[in-house]
């Protein structure tokens, strides 16, 4: 048993749309997110240190590079179901686990399986690392919505998403790295122009009070 099933997937989660099922101006697979989102960790790492927290870079790097990577198995769903309820929240992530588990014991070899069981499960937790992790993951959605927005996209969902990862992110408030990309990255963001950006700015002001 090696670890060619493992990297194969690499190549698999390039293929791996996100947001499918919607008219997009920019097309992103799961692979190329993963690499933003590590990106955004590390770049929210950087505010959380400048700021006195001590960051793990070792479990930031492995949580942001894999998170999504058990997408090789059941693709990615659309965020709106994704979400819907608690329960298929639930129901989808023990499909996830149960699938990832399998691969591990039948493709991972015996010394590295607890490496990749570590790797391959659910890094969005209460360590600073995975609380990173939640912020960097709805960064990179926020700005996929954006660049529709931006292009003028007229699918409502993508002012849901934005609305959506703004909205979860505020639930960080606390942390350093969430105040800085407040005050700094968005209205750097919001100060470009596009067709919609009234509205966006107006959506904005509303989510931030």
Do not use: C
């Not at 690499?35 to 927290?53: C, H, M, P, R, S």
């Not at 990173?132 to 998403?161: C, R, W």
Request: cysteine-free; overall charge negative; proline content about 3%.
């Amino acid at each position: 048993m090696g670890m060619h099933e493992y990297l194969q997937g690499l190549s698999e989660l390039e293929m791996v749309v996100r947001a499918p099922g919607y008219f997009k101006y920019q097309g992103h697979s799961v692979a190329a997110h993963s690499w933003k989102v590590t990106q955004a960790a590390q770049f929210l790492g950087d505010i959380e240190e400048v700021n006195g927290n001590e960051v793990n870079w070792q479990r930031l790097y492995e949580k942001a590079l894999n998170h999504d990577y058990t997408e090789r198995f059941i693709g990615d769903i659309k965020t709106p179901v994704k979400y819907a309820t608690h329960t298929l929240r639930m129901m989808l992530s023990d499909v996830e686990d149960s699938l990832t588990e399998n691969f591990i014991e039948n493709e991972i070899p015996s010394e590295l399986a607890d490496r990749y069981r570590r790797r391959l499960t659910e890094g969005k937790d209460d360590t600073l690392e995975g609380r990173i992790l939640s912020v960097a993951d709805k960064l990179d959605l926020l700005y996929e919505a954006f660049g529709e927005i931006q292009k003028g996209n007229p699918e409502p969902v993508f002012v849901e998403i934005y609305k959506e990862s703004l909205e979860t992110m505020l639930e960080f408030g606390d942390m350093p790295s969430v105040k800085y990309v407040i005050k700094s990255v968005l209205p750097e963001m919001l100060d470009q122009e596009f067709s919609d950006r009234g509205k966006l700015m107006a959506l904005t002001k509303t989510i931030l009070k």
